[in-house]
């Protein structure tokens, strides 16, 4: 071999070694405790929480009291920031605790966990369902028909999100779903006469569950039934108050009995209740797979 192309390679070898170290050194964690990655010493005593509206914030803080893990700490952000986190994580092999929910697409991305919650904090047999401002059957019988037989299940809303997170505008995600699924969304629209343009609003919360829910509401009601749809996106009391007052005609994103029991206390006599919209639906804490705690008891 030729001196030069030696040289050559001496240097790509060097290069592919200090790479191979740069790689290896993001595995560990910030105290470069390589053993930490898989469990909880050296890590942060931190829950990556969303908006501090999500029923899963109050739910969380009741877990931390629950199971008596005062030294952690629930970290506020948003759906998105919490997500980018979990896949900065996955990418390090770090630690890391989020607020997670089913459905997600992040289930469909990341070999992910709950974490066991025998005290039951979470709730059991959780659902989403739909809620409507009062005098809505008089006002737009269409539309209430629609939406009080409106329900599908968490596989389909997952095609949705998974569309969504590998990048598609969320009306085109919801929209392509729709036209791919006609028998599907025959049983929710079959004959109901459409109206020509009324006005109409939905709120949701910028949760990827409920971006999917409300953009196949929205597309089905303009489409099929002849509605003009502003969807507000909004906090989660506002959400509430706003189906409460009236302001908005419906939501499809409220979770009970647990997830939104606050919410329920305060506003449900103020609205009606069209029920499950989707069913078997799960709220908890979540980590890698590759992590080696269990249960919350074991953040202990
Ligand atoms: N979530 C998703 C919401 C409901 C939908 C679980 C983040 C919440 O915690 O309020």
Same mark, same amino acid.
């Given at each position: ?14 290069? @592919? ?34 908006? =501090?509206?999500?029923?899963? *914030? ?38 890391? $605790?989020?607020?997670?929910?089913? =459905?997600?697409? *992040? %289930? ?22 739909? $809620? ?12 209430? #028909? %629609? +939406?009080?037989? %409106? ?21 085109? @995600? ?7 699924? =006609? #028998? ?9 006469? =459409?109206?020509?343009?009324?006005? %109409?609003?939905? &709120?949701?919360?910028?949760?990827? &569950? ?40 419906? &939501? @499809? ?15 449900? #006599?103020? +609205? ?29």
């Amino acid at each position: 071999m030729k001196l030069k192309k030696m040289k050559k390679l001496m240097v790509l070898a060097g290069l @592919a070694s200090l790479f191979a170290l740069t790689a290896c050194g993001s595995a560990t964690n910030d105290n470069g405790d390589a053993s930490a990655a898989n469990g909880l010493s050296g890590m942060k005593h931190e829950i990556i929480g969303i908006d =501090p509206g999500a029923g899963i *914030m109050k739910a969380t803080e009741q877990a931390i009291s629950d199971y008596e893990l005062e030294d952690w700490k629930l970290i506020e952000g948003s759906g998105a920031a919490m997500t980018a986190m979990l896949d900065k994580a996955i990418k390090a092999e770090d630690p890391i $605790i989020i607020t997670g929910w089913t =459905p997600h697409w *992040m %289930f469909a991305k990341y070999d992910l966990k709950y974490l066991e919650d025998p005290q039951k904090t979470y709730g059991e047999a959780e659902e989403i369902h739909t $809620i409507i401002r009062q005098g809505l059957k008089d006002d737009h019988p269409t539309a209430y #028909e %629609f +939406l009080d037989r %409106f329900e599908w299940t968490s596989d389909e809303m997952g095609e949705i999100m998974t569309a969504i997170q590998e990048g598609s505008d969320p009306a085109e @995600a919801a929209k392509n779903w729709v036209d791919a699924h =006609p #028998e599907r969304v025959d049983e929710w629209v079959k004959d109901l006469s =459409p109206v020509n343009g009324d006005t %109409f609003k939905l &709120s949701y919360v910028a949760w990827d &569950s409920e971006i999917a829910s409300t953009n196949v509401l929205e597309y089905v009601l303009e489409s099929k039934l002849g509605y003009d749809v502003t969807s507000l996106q909004v906090e989660a009391g506002p959400m509430w108050t706003g189906v409460a007052s009236g302001d908005v005609d419906a &939501s @499809a994103a409220a979770w009970l009995p647990l997830t939104h029991a606050d919410y329920w206390a305060e506003f449900g #006599e103020k +609205l009606e209740d069209l029920g499950p919209n989707m069913t078997g639906v799960k709220t908890g804490l979540v980590v890698p797979a590759y992590m080696e705690i269990n249960s919350i008891e074991d953040l202990k």
